[in-house]
């Protein structure tokens, strides 16, 4: 299961990386800088993608286009999304709950490594539990 | 020049929004009171002149919009964060990531302005002004003389020291026709006293 962080600053983006590894995922990362990249990277990886976090500034196209893009797509629409934003005020906070109405959650920055980790790990730990474990080779042949 | 009320709530939500980020990503309590001045904003073709000063080797600049009936080109206010070398260095050694070079910091020091700003919009919501939008940030090293679209002509200048040396500096312009406050039980919208 693959997580993917958008988020416009490569030091963000390292960060968040940081926490994941740190609470002991060790989860295949792709990182995007725009909404557009991480459109690309969902379209060709939608069914392995368990998570993703994703910042709402950004150039090209921000994350709550992005977000809005996903919701609109049957086969992308389920996937847990967490908003990683300054972006913190009540009105875009409701607004993004609106254009995606099944955001996992909203974290705000400044945020502590343990704020994003309390928000990340059921989502993950679920993920990974609903994931069918990979087939287990045959044994070698005597 | 002395402060009006607009200018005391701008100055009360950045102060609010600089220690909650110093706080939580550096772990660092700031002490003191800055500095605040009212100043004439450097112009140039009637545009908004980032020039850095030399104390300074970091600059971060984000502006801001109120609603979305402006222009593209039309810009409603600006901050520019300022940092020391010896600043830029302690905020990227609590972000905690492998450095690349200059510029991963100024990456970190766009973030911080980035988290700075947006901190300071939501005080100023709760200090019951409509919201406004924000920009990504631009962020300059070294030698800084860039033009911005803002056309405002006074700014507030709010400058930290630690220990008597230089630790951040904010220069802060928001139009006065844009902080307005939100009315209380009703649609009538209060413009701010300053126009």
Not at chain 1, 71 to 82: S, T
Request: charged fraction near 25%; proline fraction near 6%; include cysteine.
């Amino acid at each position: 299961m693959k997580i993917v962080v958008v988020d416009d600053s490569g030091v963000q983006r390292k960060m968040i990386i940081n926490i994941i590894r740190k609470a002991g995922f060790d989860n295949e990362i792709l990182e995007a800088d725009t909404g557009k990249t991480a459109i690309q990277i969902v379209g060709m990886n939608f069914k392995d993608i368990g998570l993703i976090l994703c910042d709402w500034n950004m150039p090209v196209m921000n994350g709550y286009e992005f977000i809005a893009g996903m919701a609109k797509v049957p086969q992308v629409a389920g996937i847990p999304i967490v908003m990683v934003t300054t972006e913190g005020t009540e009105a875009k906070i409701e607004q993004a709950y609106a254009v995606h109405p099944n955001l996992a959650g909203y974290i705000i920055k400044p945020f502590t490594p343990d704020q994003l980790r309390a928000k990340i790990e059921p989502i993950l730990k679920l993920a990974q539990a609903d994931t069918p474990p990979a087939p287990t080779p045959p044994p070698p042949q005597a | 020049m002395e402060l009006n009320e607009q200018d005391k709530d701008l100055v009360r939500s950045l102060k609010r929004a600089i220690y909650k980020t110093f706080f939580i990503m550096c772990k660092y309590s700031i002490e003191g009171e800055p500095t605040v001045e009212k100043k004439d904003i450097i112009q140039w073709m009637q545009r908004y002149n980032v020039v850095k000063p030399v104390e300074y080797l970091y600059a971060s600049v984000m502006t801001f919009r109120y609603g979305a009936k402006k222009s593209v080109y039309s810009v409603d206010g600006i901050i520019v964060v300022y940092y020391p070398e010896d600043v830029a260095d302690f905020i990227f050694k609590y972000i905690n990531v492998a450095s690349e070079g200059v510029d991963d910091i100024v990456d970190a020091c766009g973030e911080f302005c980035n988290i700075i700003a947006g901190g300071f919009k939501v005080e100023l919501v709760e200090a019951g002004y409509e919201e406004l939008d924000i920009s990504v940030p631009v962020t300059f090293y070294g030698e800084v003389n860039e033009l911005f679209e803002y056309r405002g002509d006074k700014q507030l200048e709010i400058t930290y020291r630690k220990e008597g040396e230089l630790f951040l500096m904010t220069d802060l312009a928001i139009d006065p026709k844009v902080l307005i406050k939100k009315a209380v039980g009703g649609d009538k919208k209060e413009e701010g006293a300053n126009k």
